[in-house]
């Protein structure tokens, strides 16, 4: 099992991922031609929008090979995009996964990726029915693309937030940022290494079940899932939809763990929630009488958190923090930018 | 117009970007969530399956960025999936683009790029509806995911070549190949720079018009695009549908040109005939007695030639080429590996 991809050749490599695929991956009976032709074929359902969304992590800049596991890598890979589906209200149904890998890559480093890829699309009963493989440069690449539905009309974007909108999120933004913070230092930290915001940032959970339930219900007016940070995608919200927004600080839900994390960091705990951080969890906007309608959908299979944490206000508002005590700034709406010279 | 893709950012590239889309796109009135948001949805047409397929370029695998300009890269990368969605007897609809940058890539190269995929969507009322942009390490990567859609049932893979099957192709395959070697020898040799070999490289078309004539007439029982090569793709059909070929010699279409290549390359015609080229014509298997019907399908839209090469065989006899006198040989079916030792 030490053959690497080199050796065992591109249409080798195709030949042990659909043996794999074939033994651990969902089996859909609405594929009509899977991996191996020109193109896959499924047969869409009636009365369902298709749902499309691609994402790429790359070697070094998304995640740092030496710390994580190709299982794991796999996960995070499917997980970014499940959480993609799951904010526009969908389902995940199939996944084409495009792979730049070089000679040296272990096959096995391979396979326990797709491992992960499945342990993350077995649960929609969704499955993979294409891709690419090819020869990349210093750093690999993983590109998925990831095909649901939604009912007709059901889907809920980022663009249709109003004024006045009750803003929600689930669970504790800044996480995954703060525990990828934690990751680096301990490096020079060993004792780090067991902190539990390192593994929210290494096994990143998505709330597309969640999702999916909102939209259903309906009573959303918009909602992102937070893959660039909590005041990035609140800004996405207000960018295209015109709006601005009011945050009330002691509504935030700032965790015990961010807290600690903040502590060792030296950090500002409100920093690390509003900033940079991939925690795939949901910001929803909702007319206020409609708060319990968006608390009932989410409970139906998430036993976590879901704030309210502000107010939609008009644009030229920008988007503010407020306390108590009536003091208050504002907060720049710039999200993640993978082209700032940033680590890692 | 000198920017770079680290002075405007990700977000400011994503503007930049849906601008031009907006302004030179096709804006297709299926769309019910365009670029912007998680996900982009489309309506479905009942009675239709989808079909889609990915496929990526690399910087210095697949194009030498010396040697090509933006604008025909981004063409290039839409043929190649444009190929495969018309391959299966489908119409391409939708795309998603993923690319990996660098900082110091000009905004303009991404434009050109850009330019060049609507330039080859356009014509089919295609449109690009999302994607994603990243920073990458040493070499640009160019990830395209088309979506297509095809008739119920009307789809034609690689998997269903029947023995006795007349196989057909298309225009000229191996000019593609040589076009890349006269183009590497160019660089010794700047008299071959206007060799029409060298364009046929750099500015490929594509049979899909073709392909989904042939699929809407229903007689082909299998096809492919050439674009491992001639003898490589026949053999992905030999593989998938189980079956061998028996090729006559003297019925390959050798064009002067391919003959011209091969004498400067200091090559067997033939070899370049049945080795690695992108050619993206078509390969058609049918039965003997429909072989009119495809030259019909195929003649609709494209004036070049339909060639009879041979027939399918049972599996047991290979893929084997004969000579009119008898003689003949057995040709390996093994596939452009795009991890083999190769230039460039």
Not at 86 to 110: E, I, R, W
Request: aromatic letters at 6%; a negative charge.
């Amino acid at each position: 099992m030490s053959d690497t991809v080199g050796q065992v050749g591109e249409f080798g490599l195709i030949r042990r991922i659909r043996n794999l695929l074939d033994r651990e991956g969902f089996q859909s009976p609405s594929v009509t031609i899977g991996i191996g032709d020109d193109a896959a074929s499924f047969l869409p359902r009636q009365g369902y929008e298709i749902l499309v969304t691609c994402d790429s992590l790359v070697e070094g800049r998304h995640y740092l090979p030496e710390e994580i596991h190709p299982f794991d890598l796999g996960r995070r890979a499917m997980v970014l995009n499940i959480s993609d589906i799951g904010a526009m209200g969908g389902k995940p149904l199939f996944s084409l996964v495009s792979l730049g890998l070089k000679s040296d890559t272990p096959v096995a480093f391979v396979e326990d990726m797709y491992l992960g890829f499945v342990e993350e699309l077995n649960p929609f009963g969704a499955s993979i029915i294409g891709g690419n493989l090819t020869a990349t440069g210093d750093r690999l690449f993983i590109d998925v693309t990831l095909i649901g539905e939604v009912e007709a009309g059901k889907a809920v974007g980022r663009s249709t937030a109003k004024a006045g909108d009750v803003i929600l999120v689930t669970g504790h933004p800044g996480e995954s940022g703060a525990g990828l913070q934690l990751l680096l230092l301990s490096r020079s930290r060993p004792e780090l290494k067991s902190h539990p915001l390192i593994k929210a940032h290494l096994r990143p959970s998505h709330r597309a079940r969640e999702g999916e339930a909102v939209a259903r219900s309906g009573f959303a007016r918009a909602m992102i899932d937070t893959s660039d940070g909590f005041a990035g995608d609140l800004g996405h919200i207000c960018d295209e939809s015109g709006v601005g927004a009011l945050l009330f600080a002691e509504k935030l839900p700032l965790s015990a763990d961010l807290k600690n994390a903040a502590r060792i960091l030296g950090a500002d705990p409100l920093d690390l929630f509003l900033g940079e951080s991939d925690d795939y969890g949901l910001i929803i906007s909702c007319a206020g009488h409609h708060v319990a309608q968006i608390r009932a959908a989410v409970a139906s299979s998430y036993p976590g958190l879901l704030s309210e944490v502000g107010v939609v206000t008009e644009a030229e508002k920008g988007i503010r923090l407020i306390h108590g005590d009536g003091s208050g700034r504002e907060i720049r709406a710039a999200g993640w930018d993978h082209f700032k010279a940033r680590s890692p």
